[in-house]
């Protein structure tokens, strides 16, 4: 490789135009440096606030259940992404100085935190999503095998799976990188060969593409199935009702987790082609502004993703909003206290 470069594949922000030479963070584009320095810094600064509220509310108990033990896992796995992006434009803002010890600070932190940890949990965010979404599948297609197997203990066991996976599929970021004398970039003698390409590859196909086609198929399906859904006619009013309640309760519940995939597919196809290997033959020189400005727009838009479910929540899930409700109350009014 005769320009050594760095990819922060997925979610967190591409970096490859670092070379042996020292180049300057000033170098980036008028676009990259409102992206980096402003957009994302502010997306970040929302997307923790919201998602800091989701987890406090999907913590109560009366949201529990394995489909709000998945949405806890995908909330703190995004708080997680969030709180390591949003220091980045103020990094790279600074970081023209690649010469003092704080420059060495700036890039350790890029290089052997942010860019393995985000990744890892980036990938789990998806995962869990993809879990969240067979999750569902098997309660429409198959009710009596998700009553068996989707228990909230099962529910445990696999996000501590997804991480255990997440960790391993991604652990080969903490050695493919390395800080010069120069407080630059560079890939270690590992992160030059085969083996870590063929790695990487197989994180774009385990975390970008394979998970992005098994989610549009379940997505197909959920929206087949909430179109078709029917309420079962009972001769008890009462147990009617109860049918009826029991059903829009799921329905509402499945069009959110509709959404949140939806938007999770907005986020993650768009940067699974910033991804090196695949974006090489696409745009050729990976130094031209046209993909610096993909590359940009990709990463924008995987944060836009991962910080909008607080939305999602809000109008369209009567639960969630209910006990936003009390728990703003219990901690506005605490004199005015509801129990659920």
Known sequence: MDDVTLIFDWPIITNDNHTENAKCEHSMT??????????????CGLGIIYTIINIVVLSQRCLEGTPYTYLLALESSDLVTLMLVFPIGFVRCMSCNTQDSAGYGRRFYEVYIMLPFNNISATMSIWITMALAIERYLY????????????????????????LGAITLNISYFIASKITDCNTY?????????????????????RNFLPSLILTVLTCILIHSVCTWKIPHHDSEHRYCKEHHHIMTNHQLTMVLICII??????????????????????????????????????????VATSTNFIIYCTMDRRFKIVLKDVATRWCCPWKRRNL
């Open 30 to 43: 008028h676009a990259e440096e409102i992206g980096y320095v402003y957009i994302i810094p502010i997306i």
């Open 140 to 163: 429409v297609k198959r009710p009596l095998l998700s009553m068996k197997y989707c228990t909230i203990p099962n529910t445990r066991l696999i996000i501590a799976i997804i991480a």
């Open 186 to 206: 560079d890939l270690s003698e590992f992160g030059h060969s085969s083996l870590y390409i063929a790695l990487s590859w197989i994180r774009a196909l385990f």
């Open 262 to 303: 939806f938007v999770s597919l907005l986020g993650n196809i768009p940067i699974a082609f910033a991804f090196r290997g695949v974006a090489t033959p696409i745009f050729g020189n990976l130094n031209t502004d046209l993909y610096r400005n993909y590359r940009l727009v990709a990463n924008i838009l995987e944060l």
